[in-house]
């Protein structure tokens, strides 16, 4: 019995500020540590899930932002490995995911000529305030399920925060985008896509490969880019209802740019054209939005 409370008092050394040691060697902690953990022989084991079909895979009340777990799955997203609950999904710690928003969404990104770009559609219903939106954001068809692979839908005013149009390189506009991100200007996506061939082209670059997501033909989609262009569709707000349109057809992505009073520039990507429309659409209307690190 006594070397049973040897052993204890060895392996937890609990200060009076409840900061805890576990070693061999009866430590205290460090003064700036809540658990350290000393071993020159043995490793810590976290616990071993498949979250493919653990409870704890959709994380609402079961994990906490910041969980961490070793997923023992192979065909689980990025594979076997460590993952993490962002708030809103299990990422993998060998994701490139350098950007998070207020409500935990976690992004990854990729790098386009000096830039680097959101390479997912931004899904934020906060400002990185954690204010609420000034303008309108849905689900395409009120369909919560579909917000993590094509993201939300806004209207501009919501995007904009109150900030004037820009067509500045950099926008210098936050507006929706988290802290150290901004809403790219027009002047912006064109730049972006002269880099992968032009208007003409450059469609084919920036949409994501396959049919999976978007419907057939997806003219000459190869995703060179990494840009990774999702078709959201868009919606509609009219005679008092959310009209739907669109989905896997279409990619539109609202600019911090004003056309005018009533209308904003986006860029626009089809199933069936290989190049890019930049067009003005009214400010009314629910597009997708990316952003791009300051």
């Given at each position: 019995m006594?070397?049973?409370i040897?052993i204890?008092l060895?392996?937890f050394?609990?200060?009076?500020?409840s900061?805890?040691?576990?070693n061999?060697?009866?430590?205290?902690p460090?003064?700036?540590?809540?658990?350290?953990v000393?071993s020159?022989d043995?490793?810590i084991l976290?616990?071993?899930?498949d979250?493919?079909?653990?409870?704890i895979?959709?994380?609402i009340?079961?994990?906490?932002?910041g969980m961490?777990v070793?997923?023992i799955n192979?065909?689980?997203?990025?594979?076997?490995?460590f993952y993490?609950w962002s708030?809103s999904?299990?990422i993998?710690?060998?994701?490139?995911?350098?950007?998070?928003d207020?409500?935990?969404n976690?992004?990854?990104t990729?790098?386009?000529g000096?830039k680097?770009?959101?390479?997912?559609?931004?899904?934020?219903?906060?400002?990185?305030d954690?204010s609420?939106?000034l303008?309108?954001?849905?689900s395409?068809n009120m369909?919560d399920?579909?917000?993590?692979?094509y993201?939300?839908?806004?209207?501009w005013?919501a995007?904009?925060?109150?900030e004037?149009?820009?067509n500045?390189?950099?926008?210098?506009?936050?507006?929706?985008?988290?802290?150290g991100?901004?809403?790219p200007s027009?002047t912006?996506y064109l730049?972006?896509i002269n880099l992968?061939?032009?208007?003409?082209v450059?469609?084919?670059?920036?949409r994501?490969f396959?049919?999976f997501h978007?419907?057939?033909?997806?003219i000459n989609?190869?995703?060179?880019?990494?840009?990774n262009a999702l078709p959201g569709g868009?919606?509609v707000?009219?005679?008092?209802?959310?009209?739907?349109?669109?989905l896997?057809e279409?990619?539109n992505f609202?600019t911090s740019t004003e056309f005018d009073?009533?209308?904003a520039?986006?860029i626009?990507?089809?199933y069936?054209y290989?190049g890019?429309?930049?067009?003005?659409?009214a400010?009314?209307?629910?597009?997708?939005v990316?952003?791009v690190?300051?």
């Open positions: 006594k070397n049973l040897l204890v060895m392996l050394c609990i200060t009076s500020f900061q805890i040691a576990i061999n060697d009866g430590s205290s460090d003064s700036k540590a809540i658990l350290d000393q020159y043995k490793g976290i616990p071993r899930v979250l493919d079909t653990s409870t895979n959709n994380g009340g079961t994990a906490q932002r961490m070793f997923n192979s065909s689980y997203k990025d594979g076997i490995g993490y708030g999904k299990w993998s710690l060998t994701q490139n995911v350098s950007a998070m207020f409500d935990g976690a992004y990854s990729v790098r386009i000096n680097i770009w959101m390479a997912e559609n931004l899904r934020t219903l906060h400002y990185s954690g609420n939106l303008g309108g954001a849905t395409y369909n399920s579909l917000n993590e692979v993201g939300l839908l806004y209207q005013d995007i904009m925060n109150g004037s149009s820009s500045s390189n950099p926008s210098e506009i936050q507006g929706i985008c988290p802290i991100w901004h809403v027009y912006e730049e972006m992968v061939g032009g208007l003409t450059g469609g084919g670059p920036l994501e396959g049919t978007w419907i057939t033909p997806n989609a190869s995703n060179l880019s990494g840009f868009m919606v707000f009219s005679g008092g209802q959310f009209i739907n349109l669109y896997g279409y990619a609202w009073t009533d209308h520039y986006n626009a990507l089809y069936d290989a890019i429309y930049n067009v003005h659409n400010k009314y209307l629910f597009y997708s990316r952003c690190k300051d």
